[in-house]
């Protein structure tokens, strides 16, 4: 079964909620399945921040275009596309590191971000997520071993200027009344013979812009995340973003 055919077999199990505990910007929650089977511990944490000119928010964004203020006074960072940058102007605004433990890509369940799409002249116009697997020294693609591209899901809309929660993975958690878009229609870039990349370790998840994309293209990222499953716990990043 593929890591994303996982994602969808685990977000199809039968659970009810038995008891949520708060601890400030922690949540604790048991949730007990249709079984009988009682998954102990969850902790979420979802209320992180990055100011773009702080140290850990300029080390997002070193590689390509910087975020500028949003000159409608909304959170977030805007990417706008001028063509002083060149034609192949774009972003790519990274969000994971990994910790003091290894994490496969398989623990990965879900990628959610808060955006805008302000402008539209063509596909290209739309961001999308890659995640990035840990070189080993044995048939890596380039700085990393492999990566996952997920963009825009056949049959999603997107309406110009709204604020969407888009996802990739499992469906997660509804945290505002935005409106769910899935990015799920995936392409998996690798080397060697093709093994699949559930076992590989996970190394750094970012939202991109497409080089090609035109003059004009406008993009507001106000908030990034992804969950996490390790064993009975559950990770929940989301991380707003501060100009």
Request: aromatic letters at 12%.
């Amino acid at each position: 079964m593929s890591n994303l055919a996982n994602f969808r077999h685990n977000a199809n199990q039968s659970q009810s909620l038995n008891s949520i505990k708060s601890h400030g910007a922690k949540l604790d929650i048991l949730i007990q399945q249709s079984d009988g089977t009682q998954i102990n511990k969850i902790e979420s944490t979802y209320t992180d921040r990055v100011k773009s000119t702080s140290l850990g928010g300029a080390s997002m964004y070193t590689t390509e275009a910087s975020p500028i203020v949003d000159t409608e006074e909304r959170q977030g960072w805007l990417f706008n596309k001028t063509g002083a940058g060149g034609s192949g102007e774009k972003f790519n605004w990274f969000f994971y590191g990994a910790g003091n433990t290894l994490t496969k890509y398989s623990d990965l369940k879900s990628i959610s971000c808060m955006i805008s799409v302000d402008s539209y002249s063509a596909s290209t116009s739309l961001p999308f997520f890659i995640v990035y697997t840990k070189p080993t020294g044995s048939n890596d693609y380039s700085w990393y071993k492999s990566s996952i591209t997920y963009t825009l899901s056949a049959g999603e809309k997107i309406h110009l200027g709204e604020q969407v929660q888009a996802w990739s993975g499992v469906k997660p958690i509804k945290r505002s009344n935005r409106r769910l878009v899935e990015f799920n229609y995936t392409n998996v870039n690798t080397l060697g013979t093709y093994t699949g990349v559930n076992d590989e370790e996970l190394y750094s998840i970012s939202i991109h812009s497409d080089s090609s994309s035109g003059v004009g293209t406008k993009i507001l990222v106000s908030q990034v995340g992804y969950d996490l499953y390790s064993g009975d716990n559950k990770i929940e990043r989301r991380i707003d973003l501060i100009f």
